[in-house]
């Protein structure tokens, strides 16, 4: 059984900063394909970004592309989500997922695994 989690959010003022991480176990996660989802109040949960397995391949939601980076490290079982230049519309519960596949997908149901998530708070 694949653990996700998440850590890394918290409240920050438009303009600034988080780095999110989800750490997984076992090993077998650095051939999973990963991704991002969040979730804000009332609304559905939305593909954030997504890496495969290599992460020599990344896709992101046009509403971040710019600001924010999907990466991992393999060696540390790790997959981080840095967020630049946050907005209020960014605030949402993260989400860490997973997938028994090496590669990158973009729709919530193509993930088999996912972490419980984290609070991003973003000010105005």
């Known amino acids: 059984q694949v653990q996700l989690v998440e850590s890394g959010g918290g409240l920050v003022q438009a303009g600034g900063s988080l780095r999110l991480s989800c750490a997984a176990s076992?090993?077998?996660?650095?051939?999973?394909?990963m991704g991002w989802f969040r979730q804000a109040p009332g609304k559905e949960r939305e593909f954030v970004a997504g890496i495969d397995w290599s992460g020599g391949s990344t896709a992101y939601a046009d509403s971040v592309k710019g600001r924010f980076t999907i990466s991992r490290d393999n060696a540390k079982n790790t997959v981080y989500l840095q967020m630049n230049s946050l907005k209020p519309e960014d605030t949402a519960v993260y989400y860490c997922?997973?997938?028994?596949?090496?590669?990158?997908?973009?729709?919530?149901?193509?993930?088999?695994?996912w972490g419980q998530g984290t609070q991003v708070t973003v000010s105005s």
């Open positions: 997922a997973g997938r028994t596949n090496t590669r990158l997908r973009t729709v919530s149901f193509e993930y088999d695994y």
């Open positions: 076992p090993r077998t996660y650095n051939r999973y394909g």
